[in-house]
């Protein structure tokens, strides 16, 4: 069982940190009568939002009505599932001693967009009607689509979870699990964690699996571990995220290499937006990056990176309005795996073409573009004997003229405008 289910916080006091956000919401449900306003709870995840709301409502004996608003975008289902509950007091009261029902809509950030239009006009409709509290929880309000269901709620603000609180609760789950651990250890687990308790609990729990005493050291391996993956999470904060910020953010960050990014970017975006208008919008943005890269490469003027890199991040991510339709991760790029494959190719591509350029007074790229299919020919239509002179004028070993004549694999990455000219005499005979 996971130990963020197990330890969710039974009441509101078990919520840690936040307490300034906590009193305010506790203190609006206990207040809080037909015609209130509801309460907006924002804020970073995994800071005990959905937690608090729940604890608040089994505490004071409500029954709690839960809607993912972003699994429920359209105004009739909105109005299907909460607009009943908010008219009518629960059927539950009749047998309990229950107060009646707290709607919670979580997650309310996930409505907006084109095609949503309809869900946050019934989420506003039913805040307007609603004979019961409402709370509803979000990430980041600071979209001005949101500002009217802003206007209509208590707006509660939710910070990170400072580092001691954060080791404190870890303590706590220790003590439960019997789990023996360095002080250092759970300092470092809460460092990682970044104000995100979920976070911190599921990798506390991923180290217990290993070891029942936990030391430090253990941590920095589980650090030094996530280093690896770290370009698939930010690929997730690129995609997934609602907030441009957040992407750019996990871009600057992250210790992944620029060029990798950039490369997974190109080859992800295809699968993970699947609106073409959210699609196109991508692409403006990368191409963006990439005349800005460019332009880096040629002038070595290192002051257009930032716009180049703020592309890729945050304007592929702003690039989505649509739903996001999870799909896994391709990684890595494969471009960067064809070249891997060539690698041994593309060596002997450049050494011949080295030495021709040697001998012909051209650069090696031209040599490659203009002489090596060329030569290709030359090599795999004459004589062993007139071959073999060639060869030895440009100083080429075995495995050239191996390859010159065609004996080694073909190489994928050999100038299209090499390869053509061949393949098609070659088809001809
Ligand atoms: N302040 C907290 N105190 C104790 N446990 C917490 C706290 N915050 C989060 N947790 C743990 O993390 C889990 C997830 O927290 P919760 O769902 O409340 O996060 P959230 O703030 O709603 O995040 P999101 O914005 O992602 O929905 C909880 O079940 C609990 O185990
Ligand atoms: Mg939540």
Aim: aromatic share 6%; charged share 30%.
């Amino acid at each position: 069982m996971m130990w963020v289910e197990k330890h969710r916080p039974q009441t509101p006091e078990e919520v840690v940190g936040n307490e300034e956000a906590k009193l305010k919401f506790l203190s609006w449900l206990k207040k809080w009568k037909p015609g209130g306003k509801a309460a907006l709870l924002h804020g970073p995840p995994g800071v005990g939002k959905t937690a608090l709301v729940h604890a608040a409502a089994k505490a004071a004996a409500y029954d709690l009505i839960e809607m993912n608003a972003s699994d429920a975008r359209t105004a009739e289902k909105i109005m299907r599932t909460a607009g009943h509950a908010a008219s009518e007091s629960s059927i539950f009261q009749f047998f309990s001693d229950s107060k009646g029902v707290l709607i919670l809509l979580d997650e309310v950030d996930g409505i907006y967009g084109r095609e949503d239009q309809g869900g946050l006009g019934a989420i506003l409709k039913l805040l307007e009607e609603s004979k019961v509290p409402v709370a509803l929880t979000a990430n980041d309000i600071s979209d001005m689509r949101l500002r009217e269901l802003k206007n209509a709620c208590l707006t509660i603000r939710f910070q990170k979870v400072r580092p001691p609180v954060m080791v404190a609760w870890l303590e706590e789950i220790c003590r439960r699990e019997g789990l023996e651990a360095e002080e250092e250890a759970l300092k470092l687990i809460a460092a990682r964690s970044r104000g995100d308790v979920r976070s911190a609990v599921n990798d506390l729990q991923a180290l217990a699996e290993k070891t029942r005493s936990l030391r430090a050291v253990d941590v920095e391996k589980l650090t030094a571990r996530d280093r690896q993956l770290s370009v698939q999470e930010v690929l997730g904060e690129i995609f997934l995220t609602n907030n441009p910020l957040y992407a750019k953010r996990a871009q600057a960050e992250a210790e992944v290499d620029r060029d990798l990014l950039h490369l997974s970017v190109h080859e992800n975006l295809p699968y993970q937006f699947t609106d073409p208008e959210d699609l196109a919008a991508g692409y403006d943005a990368l191409s963006r990056a990439d005349v800005f890269f460019g332009r880096v490469k040629r002038t070595q003027n290192w002051g257009l990176l930032s716009y180049a890199l703020e592309q890729m991040s945050m304007g592929v991510a702003a690039a989505r309005r649509g739903k996001y339709t999870p799909a896994g991760y391709r990684f890595p790029p494969s471009r960067i795996l064809i070249l891997g494959r060539t690698k041994a190719q593309r060596e002997l591509i450049k050494e011949i073409s080295a030495k021709i350029g040697v001998k012909c007074h051209v650069s090696r790229r031209r040599a490659a573009a203009d002489f090596l299919p060329y030569l290709r020919v030359m090599f795999q239509h004459s004589k062993e004997a007139a071959a073999a002179q060639l060869a030895s004028w440009l100083g080429l070993d075995e495995a050239a003229v191996a390859y010159l004549k065609g004996e080694a694999a073909k190489p994928s990455s050999a100038p299209a405008r090499g390869r053509k000219p061949a393949g098609r005499r070659g088809a001809r005979r």
